[in-house]
């Protein structure tokens, strides 16, 4: 009789879990549709700087898909700031938005 073979530990997301968070992708696109407009640069200028597909490009400004962190770095560096930057203007429409919410709840 052969050994029975260990299962293999599970991989990936947790069924019916969702890494999209369409907050953050609005605010993300949002934050660099305006550095992109004040850069004075058209989407497809930019998606061409930054290696990326024009379509996905513009999903993203309009908060429709959530880059990895490769593309962010890709599209930070085409726009000639740090992702630091970028990162922390989002973090901080986040936090109005919120801010928002929640007196609206009161």
Same mark, same amino acid.
Request: proline share 5%.
């Given at each position: 009789?052969?050994?029975?073979?260990?299962? *293999?530990?599970?991989?990936?997301?947790?069924?019916?879990?969702?890494?999209?968070?369409?907050?953050?992708?609005?605010?993300? %696109? *949002?934050?660099?549709?305006? %550095?992109?407009?004040?850069?004075?640069?058209?989407?497809?200028?930019?998606?061409?700087?930054?290696?990326?597909?024009? *379509?996905?490009? %513009?999903?993203?400004?309009?908060?429709?898909?959530?880059?990895?962190?490769?593309?962010?770095?890709?599209?930070?560096?085409?726009? %000639?700031?740090? *992702?630091?930057?970028?990162?922390?203007?989002?973090?901080?429409?986040?936090?109005?938005?919120?801010?928002?919410?929640?007196?609206?709840?009161?």
């Amino acid at each position: 009789m052969l050994p029975r073979a260990k299962p *293999s530990p599970a991989r990936g997301r947790p069924r019916g879990a969702t890494s999209f968070d369409a907050d953050v992708a609005a605010a993300f %696109g *949002s934050i660099v549709r305006e %550095g992109r407009l004040a850069a004075g640069i058209s989407q497809e200028a930019l998606a061409h700087m930054a290696n990326v597909e024009r *379509s996905y490009y %513009g999903r993203i400004e309009r908060g429709e898909s959530q880059p990895t962190l490769f593309v962010v770095l890709k599209i930070c560096s085409a726009l %000639g700031t740090d *992702s630091c930057t970028i990162v922390g203007l989002v973090e901080d429409a986040l936090r109005r938005a919120n801010r928002k919410t929640s007196l609206r709840r009161n």
